[in-house]
């Protein structure tokens, strides 16, 4: 068979799914009631808001939610609420969407970048405990592409030393560790709403957390400093305006009830494929995974295979696959920032060197049009 790219006919000409998904009627009759009340933020009841992020943190297995504009301001928030702040460090893994870092320096600490591990991509306990210093203040474990981290081990670690532990659950809503939800195990979690979430307004993003005081503080970060029930003008603390508004929470209310749904229908898409003896397979997920919210399917290329002519090869075939994360510590932001040394993450430059992903509106398809993509890996890789 010609490949696509030389000419030949493409294995799909139809297009993936779009996303966001179109709106449902559920979203729609409550977006219209929020419009036609005319309270559309926040500060003027936040009824619909309230209701979101109490359901979301009882999925999270916790009590507390705070709705945020977007999820690097919810890592921001999570950080000064639990007291992180100049002078702290924060350890981040080197394979991960540049907001795990860039919140940590918003928040006036300094990012620590470590090595992931080389088979499964997260932060692993060990190479943790090896970068703990005497300013580590909190570990941010990543749930990457929907997939949760080790968080037993890091937990152990951050008893042994005192560590806060951050979530970044932006793209794992639903996922489970040990049969426990995350975003709810660590003293925060926070999850993104933006356009490529598996749940999402446009933007958006949420902190959920288990403790009284912690939700108290992360609040009032998002509040202007405020202190719930006080008066309007008295700021005890140092605050911003960070919240989520009524808009934002009618499109995610409803998104609840098809979560579930949804996950199941991405994890039948990621089942359906058929890569046996080609020289790609599956990213393994860390030990302790009961439930992978497959928000990405990460892929990796064995030794030897041109990532730049699979990724070329299979867009021309009608199945694009995305190149995934450069190195954290390479981006030339936070290069500048001397953050990391070349050669310093071996893993994260590896997986950016031979790891590629499906992404979430290909997950979205109907699972036996997994076939397409199983047909395009065989022509380019057979
Ligand atoms: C999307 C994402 C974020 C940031 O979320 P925003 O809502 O876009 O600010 C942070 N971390 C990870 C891992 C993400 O994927």
């Known amino acids: 068979m010609t490949l696509a790219l030389d000419g030949g006919a493409p294995v799909r000409a139809k297009p993936w799914p779009s996303w966001p998904p179109p709106l449902d009627p559920a979203q729609r009759a409550l977006v219209t009631e929020v419009l036609e009340s005319g309270r559309w933020g926040a500060s003027q009841g936040g009824e619909v808001g309230s209701r979101f992020v109490t359901a979301l943190a009882g999925m999270a297995g916790v009590p507390y939610g705070v709705g945020v504009a977007n999820a690097t301001l919810g890592l921001f928030a999570a950080l000064r609420g639990l007291g992180v702040g100049p002078g702290d460090e924060v350890i981040v893994p ?103 979430k598996a749940m999402t307004a446009g933007e958006g993003g949420a902190v959920v957390c288990r403790d009284e005081s912690a939700y108290e503080a992360i609040w009032s970060v998002c509040n202007l400093g405020r202190t719930r029930g006080g008066r309007w003008y008295d700021h005890p603390e140092l605050g911003w305006n960070l919240r989520m508004t009524e808009l934002q929470a009618a499109l995610l209310l409803p998104w609840l009830d098809r979560l579930e749904a949804e996950i199941e229908r991405r994890e039948a898409f990621c089942a359906a494929l058929d890569l046996d003896g080609l020289p790609v397979s599956a990213v393994p997920r860390p030990p302790g995974t009961t439930r992978d919210s497959r928000h990405l399917l990460m892929l990796r290329l064995d030794p030897g295979v041109d990532k730049q002519r699979v990724l070329t090869a299979m867009a021309a075939e009608g199945v694009p696959l995305s190149a995934g994360y450069p190195p954290l510590g390479a981006l030339p932001a936070l290069a500048e920032q001397g953050l990391t040394r070349a050669g310093e993450c071996p893993a994260a430059e590896q997986a950016a060197r031979s790891v590629v992903w499906l992404t979430q509106p290909m997950l979205m398809a109907d699972p036996v049009e997994a076939v397409d993509v199983t047909a395009a890996f065989r022509k380019v890789l057979g």
Request: no cysteine.
């Open 94 to 196: 080197a394979y991960t969407f540049v907001a795990s870092a860039a919140s940590v320096i918003l928040a006036g600490a300094t990012p620590v970048i470590v090595d992931v591990d080389p088979s499964d991509l997260h932060l692993a306990a060990g190479a943790v405990e090896a970068a703990v210093t005497g300013r580590t203040a909190a570990i941010m474990p990543v749930h990457l592409a929907g997939s949760p981290a080790d968080l037993d081990a890091l937990a152990a670690v951050a008893v042994r030393h005192g560590l806060r532990i951050v979530e970044d659950a932006a793209q794992a809503h639903g996922a489970t560790y040990r049969g426990r939800p995350v975003g709810g195990l660590g003293d925060a979690g926070v999850f993104s709403f933006q356009s490529s």
